[in-house]
């Protein structure tokens, strides 16, 4: 019993956590829709879903005929996007059993629980795409060279993200926009440092870690070095992606065929 209670304490901490950090971003209707989209955010908006919504909508979310709550995986009748669905959420729909969610319910979470909708009507299979997986391939590891950087399925660099489920969790479009435009929403983790030690030497490398004492990072070769901020002489933050943009060095129709190639990668089914 105590142990379980610790869990969720430590649950309800991480949330809180997340919550604070995103506080400080903007958190108009119209933006905040693309802000709480990761699979997280799904994933927070499901345990919700299940908690407060699916006693009326069903687990599945495809309605339940005695309560009369329609499905909501396929087009809704209120709601034509991101918004609508947030403010029918956040407002019920007058006269019927569909009511407002708790007042004090923070408009983050009511993102999520649009982000888990938006993702029950989200059917990879449906998706028509312009390129060809497989001269996708043969461009991330010939021309494109993306393989130096990018592991998929254990073969491949690190100095990117482990593409392999790529596919399950990005969409087309921001497949292309991670392509051409890299610098737009760089992790963290991918940040460049640049830090003078003590000693007066300068090592860059990728951002492993960081609190309010100390800093780690990785060089290229692979080397983590680890600083204690009171001693450190200087550090730069470059929060521009290391990966150069292919804009401009590939055309449009391989551009087309790496978005295939990427959007084909997800679990194996079996
Ligand atoms: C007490 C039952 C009940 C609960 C609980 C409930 N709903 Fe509903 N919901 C309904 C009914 C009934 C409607 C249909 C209202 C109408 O349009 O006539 C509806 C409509 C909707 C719609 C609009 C569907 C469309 O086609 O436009 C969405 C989205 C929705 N609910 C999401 C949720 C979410 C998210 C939750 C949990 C926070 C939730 N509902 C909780 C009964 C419920
Ligand atoms: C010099 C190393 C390097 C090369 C070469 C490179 N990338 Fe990247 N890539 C990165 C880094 C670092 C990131 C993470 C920072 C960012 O978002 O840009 C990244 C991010 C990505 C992402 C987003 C991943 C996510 O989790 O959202 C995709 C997709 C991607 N790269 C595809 C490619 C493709 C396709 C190529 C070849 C055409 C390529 N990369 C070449 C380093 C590289």
Partial sequence: MRLQASILWKGLLSVGALTLILAGLPSSAEDAGTLYNTPYDVALGERYFERQCSRCHGFDAKGNDETGAPDITGRLNRASNEVGIFN??????????????????????????????ESLRYDPNSVQLEGSADSGL?????????????????????????????????????????????????APRWWTLEITGPDGVERTGFRMGEDSFSVRIMDNESNLWSYQKDDIQSIDRIERSTMP??????????????????????????
């Fill in 88 to 117: 029918v959420i956040r407002n019920g729909v007058p006269g019927t059993a569909m009511l407002p969610v708790d007042a004090e319910l923070p408009d983050t979470q009511v993102w999520q629980l649009v982000a888990y909708i």
């Fill in 138 to 186: 043969a461009l991330f590891r010939g021309k494109g060279d993306c393989s130096s950087c990018h592991m998929v399925s254990g073969q491949g660099g690190r100095l990117g993200p482990d593409l392999s489920r790529i596919g399950e969790s990005t969409r087309p479009e921001d497949l292309m926009t991670a392509i051409t435009d890299p610098h737009e929403d760089v």
């Fill in 245 to 270: 943009s292919y804009d401009g060095s590939m055309s449009e129709g391989e551009l087309d065929d790496l978005v295939a190639y990427l959007f084909s990668l997800r679990r194996e089914e079996n």
